[in-house]
C-alpha cells in the first residue's frame, strides 16, 4: 500500500510563500501522475494542480494558474507544490494523490492525510 506524506504546510501573511512536499513511500510513484487537492472549512474537495508521470505535462485551476506550479523528483519519490502570490481565498487543508492525470477525485488511488495552509490578511 502506497503512502503519501505531506509537509510544508504553515501559516503565512497574504502575498507570501511555501512549498508544499509529498513523499511517497515506494518507488511506483513514478509510474503514476500526481494531483494536488484542497478543502476549505465547510467546502468540498477542489482540483488545484496535476502533473503526470514524466513531469512533461501539467494542469491546473483556473484559481491558482500563474501563482502556483506543480513539480516532481521521480528520483526522490517526491511531488511538490509551490505557491506563490497567495491569498486568504487559498486557505485550506491541501492534500496530495497518486494515479492518473486529470482533475476529477476519482481519477486517484492513493491520497495523503494533508496539511494544513494557513493565509493571514
Known amino acids: 500500500q502506497v503512502q503519501l506524506v505531506e509537509s510544508g504546510g504553515g501559516l503565512v501573511q497574504a502575498g507570501g510563500s511555501l512549498r508544499l512536499s509529498c513523499a511517497a513511500s515506494?518507488?511506483?510513484?513514478?509510474?503514476?501522475?500526481m494531483g494536488w487537492f484542497r478543502q476549505a472549512p465547510g467546502k468540498d474537495r477542489e482540483f488545484v494542480a496535476t502533473?503526470?508521470?514524466?513531469?512533461?505535462?501539467?494542469y491546473y485551476a483556473d484559481s491558482v494558474k500563474g501563482r502556483f506550479t506543480i513539480a516532481r523528483a521521480n528520483a526522490k519519490n517526491t511531488g511538490y507544490l509551490q505557491m506563490n502570490s497567495l491569498k486568504p481565498e487559498d486557505t485550506a487543508v491541501y492534500f496530495c494523490?497518486?494515479?492518473?492525470?486529470?482533475?476529477?477525485?476519482?481519477?486517484?488511488?492513493?491520497w495523503g492525510q494533508g496539511t494544513q495552509v494557513t493565509v493571514s490578511s
Open positions: 502533473i503526470n508521470w514524466s513531469g512533461f505535462s501539467t
Open positions: 515506494e518507488r511506483t510513484f513514478n509510474d503514476y501522475a
Open positions: 494523490a497518486m494515479g492518473s492525470f486529470g482533475s476529477m477525485r476519482d481519477a486517484y488511488d492513493y
